[in-house]
């Protein structure tokens, strides 16, 4: 990089991380409940950005982009049930979170159900959420690595000890308020790009042109009604399949709980909700646009086989370079055609002539499958030079373009975007990790009856702990097909009993704690069977499955053994 953009990276992380401990200069004498819940005084616009900002994690920014260039812009129809999920939640489970007062979502399962129910959901949220922790902080540590040649352990360190720092500092209430100016800086960020790459196209190439373009080959098509139970995004799997996952998400994972339990009433944590209901769809097309206008831009400059330098290194030497060369050589040629071919197009569109448009129209859609036939081939040897890698090169997409073909300076406020978005999710779930480890395991069942600094103290050194954690974690991490669905993938484990669990909680009252355990340990043992053994590409099918599965299975047990009077 320059070093002009150096000064913008630098500088604005800089002050990000000088941000977040300024707004912790009073933390000193927080209690233990003020550290893990915050001062619960958060207005409706904070804990909207919080949760968006909790949610958009430097995953969102630097997979999401490659997901559109690949795919177009489908995966939006994975939010499509945002909305429903946060006007259920706002309506049925938010006023019996603010009437108990709870710092956890887990202390709810406790009145409710028993001890046991608080530690099996607790553990089974600390083991996912964990995990996917580690992910968010490889994400940019990869574009790290991969820029600059550094050690990814030394990475992941840097990455994790900055967000350590400042949540140990201030705890809950530093993290929601450093996240509205990440927030700021990431939605920014976004919309720089977008009319970068617009006003970086061609002469005659406007914003029409290019979504035309686009469109030749599907990408701008939003929704797909075929249900498909194989499918992972179209309009069934995210109206129902994701809807649960979204409930789960936000109604039981303490990330997200966290967030709105700090605001100042149960109104301001409604709107708060329903802000992030509304405008995360339109921010995830966004983010998908820019995916799609990058596609569209390497339509008109030529664009490498495959976008990984990584990957192209492992070809280096290897018995499959020859082949790879050559398809290099048959992209280069493919590519000279279509430039050809989208003059013809783009000035067909612009003087309406309609035979020529859709002549031009034939022959992109057959250069377009022609050049993704080349793409399948490359990743095919790419794999046989190294067969532990993953070929896929969706997640190198943005960062190759930014790298390349964005002005100097701000290359480093786009670099800048994608860390603090790993940063405001990252602190959010350390924050999540340190009260659900302290609240419900630590305090609960180890070590009680200690004075409220001890357990201050121990929060600190929870949060460190994770942070230690996910940074071992992510060192050792592997990419999935891409970022975006492996943090999707591993959440659909696990959250699907976590809302069977809840749900049976507030609309099962006759079933008991016994019971819905039984149905918990069964349903998970099911789900993860499906998931590893059977097929991974429904799985967001197997949030409402994992729910339903705990629903039945408890009312079947409790109805079958009366286990006790154990409901409440």
Same mark, same amino acid.
Not at 396 to 425: D, E, N, Q
């Given at each position: 990089m320059h070093t002009l953009d150096w000064m913008v990276l630098v500088g604005t992380l800089a002050f990000v991380f000088l941000y977040g401990l300024w707004r912790t200069r009073k933390a000193r004498d927080v209690s233990s409940d003020d550290f893990l819940a915050g001062k619960r005084d958060l207005p409706w616009w904070t804990i909207g950005l919080s949760i968006m900002a909790t949610q958009a994690s430097a995953i969102t920014f630097l997979s999401t982009p490659g997901q559109g260039y690949s795919d177009g812009m489908q995966f939006v129809q994975f939010y499509f049930g945002l909305p429903i999920a946060m006007i259920f939640l706002a309506i049925f489970i938010l006023p019996v979170y603010y009437k108990l007062h709870i710092t956890t979502a887990y202390e709810f399962l406790e009145q409710r159900f028993d001890l046991r129910m608080r530690s099996l959901t607790a553990v089974l949220f600390l083991i996912q959420r964990g995990i996917a922790a580690s992910i968010s902080i490889y994400a940019p540590s990869i574009i790290l690595c991969a820029v600059f040649g550094w050690n990814l352990a030394l990475t992941n360190f840097a990455m994790a000890a900055f967000v350590v720092i400042y949540t140990t500092s201030g705890g809950s209430d530093a993290v929601s308020r450093t996240q509205e100016l990440q927030m700021s800086i990431m939605l920014g960020g976004l919309i720089t790009a977008f009319f970068l790459i617009l006003y970086n196209l061609p002469e005659g190439v406007g914003l029409n042109e290019a979504w035309e373009i686009a469109g030749v080959t599907g990408k701008t098509q939003v929704i797909d009604w075929t249900f498909d139970w194989g499918d992972r995004y179209n309009f069934w799997s995210g109206i129902l399949g994701a809807t649960f996952l979204f409930l789960s998400y936000f109604g039981t994972d303490q990330s997200q709980v966290g967030r709105y339990l700090s605001g100042r009433s149960l109104k301001q944590s409604r709107f708060g909700l329903l802000f992030n209901g509304f405008i995360k769809?339109?921010?995830?097309?966004?983010?998908?646009?820019?995916?799609?206008?990058?596609?569209?831009?390497?339509?008109?400059?030529?664009?490498?086989?495959?976008?990984? $330098?990584? *990957?192209?290194? #492992?070809?280096?030497?290897? &018995?499959?370079?020859?082949?790879? @060369?050559?398809?290099?050589?048959? %992209?280069?040629?493919?590519?000279?055609?279509?430039?050809?071919?989208?003059?013809?197009?783009?000035?067909?569109?612009?003087?309406?002539?309609?035979?020529?448009?859709?002549?031009?129209?034939?022959?992109?859609?057959?250069?377009?499958?022609?050049?993704?036939?080349?793409?399948?081939?490359?990743?095919?040897?790419?794999?046989?030079?190294?067969?532990?890698?993953?070929?896929?090169?969706?997640?190198?997409?943005?960062?190759?373009?930014?790298?390349?073909?964005?002005?100097?300076?701000?290359?480093?406020?786009?670099?800048?975007?994608?860390?603090?978005?790993?940063?405001?999710?990252?602190?959010?779930?350390?924050?999540?990790?340190?009260?659900?480890?302290?609240?419900?395991?630590?305090?609960?069942?180890?070590?009680?009856?200690?004075? $409220?600094? *001890?357990?201050? #103290?121990?929060?600190?050194? &929870?949060?460190?702990?994770?942070? @230690?954690?996910?940074?071992?974690? %992510?060192?050792?991490?592997?990419?999935?097909d891409n970022l975006i669905q492996?943090?999707?993938?591993?959440?659909?484990?696990?959250?699907?009993?976590?809302?069977?669990?809840?749900?049976?909680?507030?609309?099962?009252?006759?079933?008991?704690?016994?019971?819905?355990?039984?149905?918990?340990?069964?349903?998970?043992?099911?789900?993860?069977?499906?998931?590893?053994?059977?097929?991974?590409?429904?799985?967001?099918?197997?949030?409402?499955?994992?729910?339903?599965?705990?629903?039945?299975?408890?009312?079947?047990?409790?109805?079958?053994?009366?286990?006790?009077?154990?409901?409440?």
């Open positions: 769809i339109p921010m995830q097309f966004l983010v998908l646009s820019v995916g799609v206008m990058v596609f569209v831009f390497f339509q008109f400059q030529r664009p490498p086989l495959h976008f990984s $330098d990584a *990957h192209r290194v #492992k070809v280096a030497g290897s &018995a499959q370079e020859a082949a790879f @060369v050559q398809l290099e050589a048959r %992209a280069d040629s493919v590519f000279v055609q279509k430039r050809q071919v989208l003059n013809d197009f783009t000035t067909a569109i612009q003087t309406g002539e309609a035979e020529r448009e859709a002549s031009a129209r034939v022959s992109l859609i057959d250069l377009e499958k022609q050049r993704a036939t080349l793409r399948a081939e490359a990743e095919t040897l790419i794999k046989a030079a190294d067969p532990g890698t993953d070929s896929s090169d969706k997640d190198y997409v943005f960062i190759h373009y930014i790298l390349r073909h964005i002005p100097k300076g701000i290359i480093g406020l786009m670099i800048a975007m994608i860390f603090c978005a790993s940063w405001s999710t990252t602190a959010s779930e350390l924050s999540a990790l340190s009260a659900t480890s302290v609240s419900d395991i630590y305090r609960r069942s180890l070590v009680q009856g200690r004075d $409220d600094h *001890h357990y201050l #103290k121990a929060s600190k050194w &929870a949060t460190v702990l994770w942070g @230690v954690f996910i940074m071992l974690f %992510a060192t050792y991490a592997g990419l999935f492996a943090v999707n993938m591993v959440g659909s484990i696990f959250y699907g009993t976590i809302l069977g669990i809840f749900f049976t909680a507030f609309f099962l009252k006759k079933v008991g704690g016994q019971a819905v355990f039984y149905a918990a340990v069964i349903t998970q043992a099911i789900v993860a069977y499906l998931f590893f053994y059977v097929d991974k590409n429904p799985y967001l099918w197997y949030n409402p499955l994992g729910c339903g599965l705990v629903m039945i299975l408890g009312w079947l047990l409790e109805s079958a053994f009366s286990f006790g009077k154990s409901a409440k």
